[in-house]
């Protein structure tokens, strides 16, 4: 019980502290919690670090002492400022513009369902009307439930098909996953047990039944090359001479011959051949079914198939390389992958339902009582005949919705709606009548949107964050970083006091080459040899040839491995794997070190040194103006949590 108490004592304390006044600068007050949330934001390791903590809570000071500074000249208010966190604002707040929960629950969802592949055929029957027969819907449904009975489809569809060919088609689309169908489709096929058939599905242009034709582990994606004999349909001398041809090179490969050679030599594929018949990585239905099979049964990289047949022709495919479907949610780039395809797909229509559903009570969104006639008569004079002509009690300025914080919504914001709709619109009201409540949830969100800050910390937050960043920068220009490298006479004064810090370490007057690859940096090396200048080169070869001249420390100048460094020495061109690029450069004459550097070679250097001098003389100055004050207490048990 004892043990308890004190537990509940400490916890409590601890909360308590965070809870409490960490440190005061003048009249302003900074909480524990706010401090620990920036730390834990910028902190660079994940152990426990108290001396971290203390030097971060100095340059947490630091930044509230320069925020202020900012603030108090009124930064914020700046047209630029407000602009771009406008711009900012705009970017970001759709993320918060939807159920993050149903969200969530869409990701989980499409993540246990990129876990398997589903074998799918669908049954088709094309209804021209908008309301169907009795005939053809009992047609249908007999359909299903013949599948589901166990009856072979092709042996129903011979049967149906057998006085009215083509009423009803089948289609074998092999496997699918997530994704792969409209999400409508996808939730019908994933709910079936293998073997089984979906009721019939009405669309807008005839039913479908859906049937689980067996299911596999996902198979994830693939990179394969291929070789590709191509085959002209119905052409049956030349089918027959694509096969011989392929079992020779298949023959050919088994004997140790260079899959990329053949491959340019003999494949029909224009877009990959002279890639040696690398192919785009892939995954499940993306291309045909019988090439997929083929494909996904390679076992292992580097492994080749047999010739295979498709429609295409004749195929020859080698494994490159394969990437799994994880199998855990801990594959953080895999789930922010799965997220982004999960906003992207209509799937999201349904969190942005939701969404809606949540936000109308909160902003009490009010629909005004107008003849809703008038409304469309007066749009149609609008846009038809580009006068606004009231109708009734509607004009221009009449309010269509209404929300609690006194904003509305009137029918001047309707007609630019509908101008900038997308949804044809030629005076048909049933046009007008569609789009209306689109027009009225968009108004919901945009209401919302505007005051995101009041009901979403996290938004509010990453605003204020955003927003001081912007005015310590404005802030830090003024008073530190233009007015250090403006201020030249203060510069010079600066390097002759402290002028015994800018020497020079081992050094050399140098020609750095840049060079677009290796074959120019030994042709530029080779007329160096013979005695041409580097401005010579560079002129003759200004698209691949770059250089820079001055006075380098030796460490700044790249070399393959140690060197000896003497004058005249042109170094051994360092090759960048990245890009090819390579880099040497010429030895005019070498330096020892300790030399003194004179103000313009050391500028860069006193700029620095002197923007952190003005910088930590602003600070006292803003410390005398806003006293800092420590709670020690609250900072100790910091260090105990932490």
């Known amino acids: 019980m004892k043990k308890l108490l004190l537990i509940f004592v400490f916890t409590s304390s601890l909360f308590y502290s965070y809870?409490?006044?960490?440190?005061?600068?003048?009249?302003?007050?900074?909480?524990?919690?706010?401090?620990?949330?920036?730390?834990?934001?910028?902190?660079t390791t994940t152990s426990v670090d108290s001396q971290a903590l203390r030097d971060y809570l100095g340059l947490y000071i630091n930044f509230r002492l320069k925020v202020q500074?900012?603030?108090?000249?009124?930064?914020?208010?700046?047209?630029?400022?407000?602009?771009?966190?406008?711009?900012?604002?705009?970017?970001?707040?759709?993320?918060?513009?939807?159920?993050?929960?149903?969200?969530?629950?869409?990701?989980?969802e499409a993540f246990m369902r990129s876990q398997k592949d589903i074998h799918t055929t669908y049954y088709y029957m094309k209804s021209d009307d908008d309301k169907d027969s009795v005939k053809e819907m009992n047609l249908i449904h007999e359909v299903s439930r013949k599948l589901n009975s166990g009856e072979s489809g092709a042996v129903i569809l011979s049967k149906i098909n057998a006085n009215t060919p083509g009423k009803i088609q089948r289609e074998d689309i092999g496997y699918i996953t997530a994704f792969t169908l409209p999400y409508k489709f996808e939730n019908i096929i994933y709910r079936l047990k293998?073997?089984?058939?979906?009721?019939?599905?009405?669309?807008?242009?005839?039913?479908?039944?859906?049937?689980?034709?067996?299911?596999?582990?996902?198979?994830?994606?693939?990179?394969?090359?291929?070789?590709?004999?191509?085959?002209?349909?119905?052409?049956?001398?030349?089918?027959?001479?694509?096969?011989?041809?392929?079992?020779?090179?298949?023959?050919?490969?088994?004997?140790?011959?260079?899959?990329?050679?053949?491959a340019k030599q003999f494949s029909d594929d224009r877009t990959t051949f002279m890639n040696g018949g690398r192919m785009p990585e892939f995954g499940t239905a993306k291309y045909d079914s019988v090439f997929e099979n083929?494909?996904?049964?390679?076992?292992?990289?580097?492994?080749?198939?047999?010739?295979?047949?498709?429609?295409?022709?004749?195929?020859?495919?080698?494994?490159?390389?394969?990437?799994?479907v994880p199998t855990s949610k801990d594959d953080e780039k895999y789930m922010y992958n799965l997220k982004e395809e999960v906003l992207n797909d209509s799937r999201i229509e349904i969190a942005k339902e939701m969404f809606?559903?949540?936000?109308?009570?909160?902003?009490?969104?009010?629909?005004?009582?107008?003849?809703?006639?008038?409304?469309?008569?007066?749009?149609?004079?609008?846009?038809?005949?580009?006068?606004?002509?009231?109708?009734?009690?509607?004009?221009?300025?009449?309010?269509?919705?209404?929300?609690?914080?006194?904003?509305?919504?009137?029918?001047?914001?309707?007609?630019?709606?509908?101008?900038?709709?997308?949804?044809k619109i030629n005076g048909d009201h049933k046009s007008y009548k569609k789009i209306?409540?689109?027009?009225?949830?968009?108004?919901?969100?945009?209401?919302?949107?505007?005051?995101?800050?009041?009901?979403?910390?996290?938004?509010?937050?990453?605003?204020?964050?955003?927003?001081?960043?912007?005015?310590?920068?404005?802030?830090?220009?003024?008073?530190?970083?233009?007015?250090?490298?403006?201020?030249?006479?203060?510069?010079?004064?600066?390097?002759?006091?402290?002028?015994?810090?800018?020497?020079?370490?081992?050094?050399?007057?140098?020609?750095?080459?840049?060079?677009?690859?290796?074959?120019?940096?030994?042709?530029?090396?080779?007329?160096?040899?013979?005695?041409?200048?580097?401005?010579?080169i560079v002129n003759e070869n200004p698209s691949s040839v770059q250089a820079d001249s001055g006075r380098f420390e030796l460490g700044q100048i790249p070399v393959v491995d140690r060197?000896?460094?003497?004058?005249?020495?042109?170094?051994?061109?360092?090759?960048?794997?990245?890009?090819?690029?390579?880099?040497?450069?010429?030895?005019?004459?070498?330096?020892?070190s300790n030399q003194q550097r004179n103000f313009d070679d050391a500028r860069g250097l006193v700029i620095n040194d002197y923007q952190n001098y003005l910088e930590q003389k602003w600070i006292e100055q803003l410390k005398k103006k806003y006293p800092v004050r420590v709670n020690q207490k609250v900072f100790q048990s910091l260090l105990i949590k932490n």
């Open 19 to 43: 809870s409490q006044t960490l440190f005061t600068y003048g009249i302003h007050k900074v909480g524990a919690s706010e401090f620990l949330t920036a730390y834990n934001k910028n902190k």
């Open 69 to 108: 500074a900012a603030r108090d000249i009124h930064l914020d208010t700046l047209p630029s400022m407000i602009a771009d966190l406008q711009n900012f604002r705009s970017q970001i707040q759709g993320t918060y513009l939807k159920d993050e929960k149903e969200v969530n629950r869409l990701v989980d």
């Open 194 to 262: 293998p073997g089984t058939a979906s009721a019939p599905v009405r669309t807008k242009n005839g039913w479908y039944i859906f049937k689980n034709d067996g299911e596999r582990h996902a198979v994830g994606k693939i990179t394969v090359a291929q070789i590709l004999f191509a085959v002209p349909q119905g052409d049956a001398h030349q089918k027959e001479k694509a096969q011989k041809l392929a079992d020779s090179v298949y023959t050919a490969l088994l004997n140790g011959s260079d899959f990329a050679m053949l």
């Open 294 to 324: 083929h494909a996904f049964s390679l076992q292992k990289d580097g492994e080749i198939s047999k010739p295979f047949e498709t429609k295409f022709g004749y195929h020859i495919l080698k494994r490159i390389s394969a990437e799994p």
């Open 356 to 423: 809606l559903k949540e936000i109308f009570p909160v902003i009490r969104l009010t629909r005004r009582k107008i003849n809703l006639e008038d409304l469309w008569r007066f749009t149609d004079s609008a846009l038809l005949k580009n006068k606004e002509v009231a109708s009734g009690n509607v004009n221009q300025q009449t309010i269509l919705l209404s929300f609690n914080n006194n904003q509305s919504v009137r029918v001047s914001d309707w007609i630019l709606y509908v101008r900038n709709s997308n949804d």
């Open 436 to 536: 209306f409540p689109e027009f009225v949830n968009q108004s919901a969100i945009s209401n919302y949107a505007s005051r995101l800050e009041n009901y979403n910390p996290v938004f509010r937050a990453q605003i204020n964050e955003f927003k001081e960043g912007n005015m310590l920068f404005e802030i830090m220009q003024r008073k530190v970083w233009g007015k250090a490298t403006s201020d030249t006479l203060g510069l010079k004064k600066f390097y002759e006091l402290h002028k015994q810090k800018y020497l020079w370490s081992a050094s050399a007057e140098a020609v750095i080459f840049s060079c677009s690859n290796a074959e120019v940096a030994k042709s530029s090396i080779a007329k160096l040899k013979k005695g041409k200048s580097w401005k010579e």
């Open 563 to 592: 060197t000896a460094f003497s004058d005249g020495l042109i170094t051994l061109p360092v090759i960048n794997k990245t890009d090819g690029t390579a880099v040497f450069a010429k030895i005019i004459k070498v330096y020892p």
